[in-house]
């Protein structure tokens, strides 16, 4: 393998980690915003209810 053999193949192989790191960062902040989600809808039913016992 020549020189430039092996910087093709590192490049090559810097460009997939990087891949991961990206689709692994996107699936965590998936889930971080559907957390949010959830836990937004849950303060706002006890809103609602809180304003249904005021008036």
Do not use: N, P, Y
């Not at 689709?23 to 902040?29: K, V």
């Not at 959830?38 to 008036?55: C, G, P």
């Amino acid at each position: 393998m020549s020189i430039l053999d092996l910087r093709r193949t590192l490049a090559a192989r810097e460009l997939e980690l990087k891949a991961c790191c990206i689709d692994a960062r996107r699936s965590w902040l998936r889930g971080e915003i559907a957390d949010l989600k959830h836990r937004i809808s849950e303060r706002l039913a006890e809103i609602e209810q809180r304003q249904e016992v005021l008036f």
